[in-house]
């Protein structure tokens, strides 16, 4: 063969391709149990119910203005009454909510989902509650309104366990629906006729308990809203657009405090002109509001886009092994070369022939190594899937490299050079912040390693030999 090292990389290039052609199946198979997964979580969302948001309590009422249009000639022979019928609601001007979480872990098959029932107190003030008092818009109108009700709303009612509810210290009866047209999910309760005349304050206590899964959500309408949250779970993501004033971490629960004002927030007005009730963590931007065109139009702040502000946490589980997996399968093609490079190193520098089809038992058994990782981290602990996955590769290619690089002392050192890898690799999923730096610096190591051994070797000879296919050691420069 005239060109023995560059038909020799040709192969080990074809080699290459075909183990990250595998790479990419394993890949493939990691997406799909991250679908299935995410099928899980939609299945026990369905059954039980879905991340929750929470709006309210507030008050609401439903009026009805009837008024005479101003009449044309054509139209003074008949009578033309004209009617609109509008919502009121009056946010509290102070909500104190303290509430602990319990989580409960679900199963669909073997695909962990985490659920969580809220047991939780709520607290609204109304300072005065004269905006619940409809006014003429049109001349000579005549309103008429329905008796005010506390409305709550939540994202999916089939969480809701227990309502219990009390205004003035008297205990309301408790109906399904929300009352407002824009929010249907939730329950309501009927002011009693004696307090309807009370201008306030008001006073509202509310015992709530419900069920959900994955986050948990609450707008800040009131003036002023303060949030305890309490929750069995080390693993909090506290996210929307507030994050706690306060927050305390340890390793089997989270205690998180709130305090938000409607100076910093813009769900009053959002909810005033029926912005969506989306979670904390709905991807799009918040409502924002223009002015009308010009002043004195008669129009006042409306929306653009987006949905109530919002605020809450996410149980999160930050050891998911198909995360974990997917980011280790991309490291696979950097450790096959690198492992690649290793033996290429020693075949150079102790004139050994290491066929290519060697190379492609070495590189399947890397590859093999990331299939045992997903399988595994699906019935172990990552951690101890990880090692059984790692330890039994290290064996085998140990076992292996003797032979391919004639004898047991360099089949040691290969296999450390492997442990090492597998060391390195544990290291970049677990340290994900710093696995720029620490992958970086395993690539100088790595060089520094190559550059070092082969700092004497002749390659022109090296070269010539191969074309020779001469038998004889490569000569060393002194």
Not at 57 to 86: F, I
Request: aromatic share 8%; hydrophobic share 45%.
């Amino acid at each position: 063969m005239k060109f023995p090292l560059l038909s020799k990389v040709t192969a080990l290039a074809a080699v290459i391709l075909g183990l990250l052609w595998s790479l990419w199946s394993v890949q493939a198979l990691v997406r799909e149990r991250q679908q299935r997964q995410s099928e899980a979580e939609q299945s026990v969302a369905n059954s039980l119910a879905a991340s929750q948001t929470l709006l309210g309590p507030t008050l609401a009422r439903r009026c009805t203005e009837s008024w005479v249009p101003v009449q044309t000639e054509a139209q003074q022979a008949r009578s033309v009454v004209s009617t609109e019928t509008r919502e009121l609601r009056l946010p509290p001007t102070l909500l104190k909510v303290d509430a602990k979480v319990d989580m409960t872990v679900r199963h669909r098959g073997m695909f962990k989902v985490n659920g969580y029932a809220m047991k939780s107190g709520l607290v609204a003030q109304w300072s005065d509650v004269g905006g619940l008092v409809a006014q003429a818009e049109h001349p000579g109108g005549v309103v008429k309104c329905e008796a005010p009700f506390v409305s709550v709303a939540l994202s999916d009612a089939r969480g809701i366990r227990v309502a219990e509810l009390k205004l003035q210290n008297q205990a309301l009866a408790i109906l399904p629906g929300s009352g407002m047209a824009r929010y249907p999910q939730g329950f309501q309760a009927a002011v009693p006729a004696e307090l309807i005349d009370h201008r306030g304050p008001w006073e509202a206590t509310l015992n709530l308990e419900i069920a959900g899964t994955q986050s948990l959500s609450l707008a800040p309408l009131a003036n002023t809203t303060q949030v305890t949250l309490n929750a069995d779970w080390p693993h909090p993501s506290f996210g929307g657009r507030f994050l706690p004033t306060q927050r305390e971490l340890s390793e089997q629960h989270f205690e998180a405090h709130w305090k938000v004002t409607s100076l910093a927030s813009t769900a009053q007005q959002a909810f005033t002109h029926d912005a969506p009730l989306c979670p904390a963590w709905f991807t799009g931007d918040p409502v924002q509001y223009t002015s009308g065109a010009s002043a004195g139009d008669g129009e006042g702040a409306k929306p653009t886009s987006g949905c109530i502000e919002a605020f809450g946490v996410a149980f999160v589980d930050p050891v998911s092994p198909y995360v974990l997996s997917d980011r280790a399968t991309k490291y696979g093609l950097l450790f096959i070369v690198l492992t690649f490079v290793g033996v290429g190193l020693v075949e150079v520098l102790r004139s050994l022939r290491v066929h290519p089809i060697q190379y492609l038992l070495v590189g399947a058994a890397l590859t093999v190594f990331f299939l045992l990782l997903v399988s595994l981290s699906e019935r172990l602990a990552f951690g101890i899937a990880y090692t059984a996955a790692a330890s039994a590769c290290t064996l085998l290619l140990t076992f292996y490299g003797s032979f391919v690089l004639q004898g047991w002392r360099s089949g040691v050192l290969f296999g450390a050079g492997i442990a090492g890898l597998f060391g390195t690799l544990y290291a970049l999923l677990q340290l994900e912040q710093n696995a720029l730096v620490l992958g970086s610096g395993l690539l100088f190591v790595v060089l520094t390693v190559i550059m070092v051994a082969t700092r004497k070797l002749d390659w022109y000879a090296l070269m010539a030999q191969m074309r020779s296919e001469a038998g004889t050691p490569i000569a060393l420069q002194s």
